[in-house]
């Protein structure tokens, strides 16, 4: 797949890839249009570019111009640079928009084989699908729009070998919180990791979606899982999906692409998903991660790196040492982004809460990946179930996953969070703290107020 | 701010130009861009602030800052200039100023890089050559100076001098490939074959 996009080694070792798909949101793209506007360059290929708006917006009130007048100035710059130079814009009210790594594949944009790039961490997401996607910084974004490609260096790849299947109550992010905490959050530097075994084959597109999403966290550039019958039945009929005859001859070329049972990889590791419990973050790195029934480890226990990483945690969290995350109250309750904003992912939300409701003086908020995601939920009755369960019901972004909007922790509340970065401030608060968990776990920490585990709710 | 200049593209073989100097050895990048403008979303408005504090301490004598130098595009400074914080921000801000060579006894590497990425050729000199044209120009600063690239030279209206650019940056500014997208630009046939070999992009054509 590698050498299919290969247009040139270049001087230094690296190749000059091209690229498939190029997806911009608001927040790293004016730098880049600018600089193109400087240089007096087009957008190369504005056909193979797709844009939407998710970081900044409202999910209160989506009414223009927002309050914030900078958000504001910077759709305006997006809507207009999509305007001129030609590109599709899923905007407000399109029916389409919605967090970049949701919309992409649930337009069937991402499909098996491509390269996919985006001015964000989180491109991984997309390797869920058989792509070799990943991240890159404003600079690339310039060189991306101009030349429809980039320098990269081939990356060595990790098979992660998942066997069993996950148990009741246990989910996608809970494997890969596990993973993360078990290998670490730098393990991943100069690697790809490709996801494979019986748990991920018996993994929905959606929870694909969520595991390549943080391998990020883990420190690798990209995710990836080779494409299945699963890939293809979640892709028929999408929006941008091949259609018909195109359809068949899709099929027939991405079942070549999978990396043959054979295949040589730099490095291999193996996980029991059956031994997996409900993880839950408890520090201030995505790493630091422990199953819901265990106690928060001692520093003392740790390697010297951990080890101070670890006391800067339990410092700014105000936890202890040998005592338990099961039962810490919290303040907030975030259902939402790009790891699991997703359907599938409200539906069990929903399923928790049903019947049930939000414990007192508990924030609880969700926050649909998309508008067609709102849509389904709306169309599901989930939105009603949370509506009555004392959940508030919010328009799509990405919302307090990094608190570029309005919704934001203040002080140094608490929140468990189905996001994906639990870095200090992460949520709009310089002291708040986040908990990350599956939105099952959320969903059982809104109803009791506390973190709970959620197999004792089911 | 003089009107929108237009920055390096394409090959570079010469600058052609008003000179001016600036004295001084180890001038570091948060003299030239103090770090309380590194917050922006870009880097346009980055040309009025070069060197801010300098000149408002200086009152409108810094050579940024006087009339005769207003328009000028060569930068003769001294030894280990750049040095410091490697933030883009300070290539960026001279760039924007107007400036768009450097010459110099030396300069500090990442300063160097960031230079030649945005088409800034940074030449050096001996301390004893840069004096004398520091001089030159100081005596006489109306006139248009010539830095010819693959001859290694220096031209004032009566005299030349030997300058060094290292061999690698030469090349990659003769031939237009000092940037990641002028690079990335070059290969557009090689790109077409890719593109067009894509079973994506061709009704999934067996090829
Ligand atoms: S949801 Fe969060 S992680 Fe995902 S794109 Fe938005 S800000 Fe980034």
Redesign the pocket.
């Known amino acids: 797949m590698w050498d299919l996009h290969r247009i040139a080694e270049l001087p230094g070792g690296s190749t000059q890839l091209f690229v498939g798909l190029h997806l911009i949101h608001e927040v790293t793209s004016p730098q880049a249009f600018f600089a193109l506007k400087e240089k007096g360059l087009r957008v190369r290929c504005p056909e193979q570019t797709v844009a939407t708006v998710?970081?900044i917006v409202p999910t209160t009130s989506q009414d223009r111009p927002f309050a914030d007048p900078l958000a504001e100035e910077m759709l305006c710059t997006l809507e207009e640079n999509c305007e001129i130079h030609n590109i599709k814009f899923y905007g407000l009210k399109s029916g389409n928009q919605g967090?970049?790594?949701v919309i992409a594949p649930e337009l069937g944009l991402t499909q098996p084989g491509m390269t996919v790039v985006c001015g964000?961490s989180?491109t991984s997401t997309h390797g869920a699908f058989g792509a070799i996607a990943f991240g890159i910084g404003t600079s690339q974004v310039r060189d991306v729009l101009a030349s429809q490609s980039l320098t990269m260096n081939k990356l060595k790849v990790r098979r992660i070998w998942v066997n069993n299947t996950l148990k009741k109550g246990v989910y996608a992010k809970d494997l890969i919180l596990h993973i993360i905490h078990t290998l670490g959050v730098k393990a991943g530097v100069g690697y790809a990791y490709e996801f494979a075994g019986p748990a991920i084959a018996s993994l929905s597109m959606e929870e694909r979606m969520t595991i390549c999403n943080m391998a990020i966290e883990a420190g690798a550039r990209c995710g990836y899982i080779n494409p299945d019958e699963v890939t293809f039945k979640y892709l028929e009929n999408r929006l941008h999906a091949p259609k018909e005859r195109n359809w068949t001859q899709a099929i027939s070329w991405w079942k070549t692409i999978s990396s043959d049972e054979k295949a040589i990889f730099d490095d291999e590791v193996d996980f029991d998903a059956s031994k997996i419990p409900p993880t839950v973050t408890w520090g201030i790195t995505p790493g630091q991660g422990i199953g819901i029934d265990e106690k928060l480890p001692d520093p003392e226990s740790l390697s010297p790196s951990e080890k101070t990483i670890a006391q800067e945690a339990y410092n700014y969290m105000g936890l202890t040492p040998g005592g338990t995350i099961l039962d810490l109250p919290i303040d907030v309750c975030f259902i939402g982004?790009?790891?699991n904003g997703r359907l599938n992912d409200l539906k069990i939300a929903a399923s928790i809460a049903k019947g049930r409701h939000v414990a007192k003086g508990i924030k609880a908020f969700v926050v649909p990946g998309s508008e067609n995601v709102a849509k389904a939920a709306e169309d599901e009755g989930l939105v009603e179930i949370f509506k009555n369960a004392g959940f508030e019901w919010r328009k799509p972004g990405?919302s307090m996953?990094?608190a570029m909007n309005p919704d934001r922790l203040e002080g140094r509340q608490i929140s468990a969070s189905s996001?994906?970065?639990n870095f200090k401030g992460r949520q709009g608060s310089a002291t708040g703290r986040t908990l990350l968990m599956s939105p099952a776990m959320v969903t059982a920490a809104a109803i009791t107020g506390r973190v709970t585990d959620v197999r004792t709710l089911q | 701010m003089k009107d929108q200049p237009s920055y390096p593209k394409g090959p570079i073989t010469q600058i052609y130009g008003q000179a001016f100097t600036l004295r001084g050895d180890d001038i570091d990048t948060d003299r030239i861009i103090p770090a309380r403008f590194l917050k922006c979303i870009s880097f346009t408005s980055l040309g009025d602030k070069v060197f801010a504090d300098d000149r408002s301490e200086m009152n409108g004598h810094h050579p940024f800052d006087l009339n005769i130098n207003k328009g000028a595009s060569i930068l003769v400074v001294n030894d280990n200039f750049g040095c410091g914080s490697s933030r883009e921000h300070a290539p960026q801000a001279l760039m924007r100023w107007g400036i768009r060579a450097l010459i110099g006894q030396s300069f500090a590497e990442i300063f160097y890089g960031n230079c030649l990425s945005l088409g800034i050729p940074c030449a050096t000199a001996s301390a004893k050559t840069i004096n004398a044209i520091q001089n030159h120009i100081e005596n006489d600063n109306r006139h248009y100076w010539t830095l010819k690239i693959k001859k290694k030279k220096i031209f004032s209206n009566d005299q030349a001098w030997e300058v060094d650019i290292q061999q690698g940056p030469l090349e990659m500014l003769a031939t237009g490939k000092w940037d990641a997208i002028s690079q990335l630009m070059s290969n557009e046939e090689d790109l077409l074959k890719v593109k067009n070999k894509l079973p994506y992009l061709n009704q999934f054509k067996k090829f």
């Open positions: 998710d970081h967090i970049v790594h964000d989180h982004s790009c790891t990405c996953c990094l996001s994906n970065r």
